[in-house]
């Protein structure tokens, strides 16, 4: 399937391949939906993609998503997403980010980049230096993942009480894959719930964090798939629910604050044969950019907080469609964005 056919048969709304010679900036820019306001998503800088394909295949991905995740979420934005494919060798990067601002404004203003997975806010900084339009700047909104990790944890709360039957989380095994700066501060949450915690990182550092400070047990990626429990948090990057990962699981909750958990639609299908309820990952873990579209305008963390925490009601209502229709709650979920989106 080409460019073309891959945009029109999910709505997109433009791919921008950006570049500068000068800085060596080599970028893209994925615009799925403005329909209901400005795009909003972040920039992901790396220097690991295999091919010019797969930054394709990543931006555009993360693109949609976003604009699901902000129109479940109820914002006046769309949604897009940004990659730089970051040069091997020694680079400038101040000059590389000011470069892609400008790549930015030219849009007019229809894209609002912020931090991602390589990215922070004094990138945000050096972008602002091109263009007004940037969100993520430090003394703003600042950073969002203790907001993805609150939304996270209303989000297993409405689950654990309509799957699980529970009114609260004291006692509930958790398994979390990756302790960074979503899943630590969710672990933070889950034991001060009374959760109990099993982690694995690729980083050993931030897994004796979990254990010191929240009684976590530390174990290899492959056991932590293994370990029975009643939820499934993948935090880390996407594509934690695989024809590796799937058949090894034992929980009943799939709930975590990753992007694209599914690494394809089927696995969706799948868990749900094994009798394991998916939490559409754009829907729970769509804290972070709530408290980023919280910046466009006088930030107020309040109500940023507040507004995440009406994850809690999204997450109920797509379980409790799941259960009268008989559909998968990633297809619920889907149903109801697009009818949002496209009436």
Known sequence: MGYFDTLMADRYEGLHFVSDGA????????????????????????????????AVQDVLRLSRGMSYKAALAGLPHGGGKSVIM?????????????AFGRAVHRLGGAYLPAEDSGTGPEDMAFIRRATPHVLGLAGKSGD???????????????????????????????????????????????????????VSDVDAGRMKVAVDRFGATALSPEALVAQAADVYAPCALGGAINDTTLPLLKVKLVAGAANNQLAEARHGEALANRGITYCPDYAINAGGLINVAAEVGTYDREKAYARAALIHDTIDQVLARAKETGLRPEQVADKMVEEKLYG
């Open 86 to 98: 970051l040069p091997r060798g020694p680079f400038d990067r101040e000059r590389l980010f000011e």
């Open 23 to 54: 800085s060596g900036l080599r970028g893209l820019i994925g615009l799925h939906s403005t329909r209901l306001g400005p795009a909003i998503g972040g920039t992901r800088a790396l220097a690991t993609y295999a091919s010019e394909e797969a």
């Open 144 to 198: 969002p993942s203790p907001v993805t990790a609150f939304g996270v944890l209303r989000g297993i709360q409405a689950a654990a009480r309509r799957v699980l039957g529970r009114s609260d989380l004291q006692g509930l095994r958790v398994t979390v894959m990756g302790v960074g700066h979503v899943g630590l501060p969710l672990c933070e949450l889950l034991h001060q719930q009374g959760a109990k915690l099993w």
